[in-house]
């Protein structure tokens, strides 16, 4: 079973809709983040959390909300979706040591379009 | 404005050659370097990093190699290997600002040629 569960993995939806990706781990770790990847990209950060009472927004956090409803859980919402957020989202957790040794580990991804 | 850059969309090697990735970045501030492999329908994968204390570090056939006064580090596959061709994405971030955000250059698609 994988560590960072990532559903839906595909999503086709319609502008104006609610959206919600959900990001489960087994991992125990405490840092939970939430990236998009648009074509030809790198990943940019939407949020992050600490833990279950942190919550931060990252560089493009603008049209989104996330909620942490436990260690393990950390949901990504587009309250009204739009088309210009059509794009991969990826779910990824660190240790909170953040030491080299303890790098984010990733989901493989939700493939989200919106038309 | 980008502060990590990977300045070559793509790069074929032949097989059981070399393959070196470069990476550059604009932040002085970034002290913590990371290289991420991906594959299609899939997430990056870790593979290595290296902090702003050294100047390279090793993990079998991958060395990352950082050149601080030139803002510049680079991946080094040897040798490589058809299973290697992925996309690479280098990422920096700023252990101290305790964070532990990263920022992520647009990736280098890798291919390797049997």
């Known amino acids: 079973d994988a560590d960072v569960t990532q559903t839906p993995r595909n999503r086709i939806t319609k502008t104006g809709k609610r959206i919600m990706l959900e990001c489960s781990q087994t991992?125990?770790?405490?840092?939970m983040y939430w990236y998009r990847q648009d074509p030809g990209l790198g990943l940019r950060l939407i949020y992050y959390?600490?833990?279950?009472?942190?919550?931060n927004k990252g560089e493009i956090s603008d049209g989104y909300s996330v909620s942490r409803q436990a260690q393990a859980k950390f949901s990504l919402s587009l309250e009204s979706a739009i088309p210009n957020q059509t794009a991969l989202y990826f779910c990824?957790?660190?240790?909170?040591?953040?030491?080299?040794?303890?790098?984010?580990?990733f989901g493989d991804g939700t493939r989200l379009s919106i038309l | 404005d980008q502060q990590v850059k990977q300045n070559s969309p793509s790069l074929s090697v032949q097989e059981g050659r070399i393959s070196i990735l470069n990476c550059d970045y604009t932040?002085?501030?970034?002290?913590?370097f990371l290289w991420y492999k991906k594959y299609p329908a899939e997430g990056p994968t870790f593979l290595i990093s290296?902090?702003?204390?050294?100047d390279k570090n090793e993990d079998g056939r991958f060395t990352v190699f950082l050149n601080k006064s030139a803002k510049h580090l680079s991946l080094h596959i040897v040798p490589s290997q058809p299973g290697d061709s992925a996309v690479y994405f280098c990422?920096?971030?700023?252990?101290?600002?305790?964070?532990?955000?990263?920022?992520f250059g647009k990736g280098t698609k890798l291919s390797v040629i049997p």
């Open positions: 990824a957790t660190s240790d909170p040591a953040g030491t080299e040794d303890q790098p984010q580990h």
């Open positions: 991992k125990g770790h405490d840092r």
């Open positions: 959390s600490f833990d279950v009472k942190d919550i």
């Open positions: 932040n002085s501030m970034f002290d913590y």
């Open positions: 290296i902090s702003s204390i050294k």
């Open positions: 990422a920096a971030s700023v252990l101290g600002a305790g964070s532990y955000q990263l920022t």
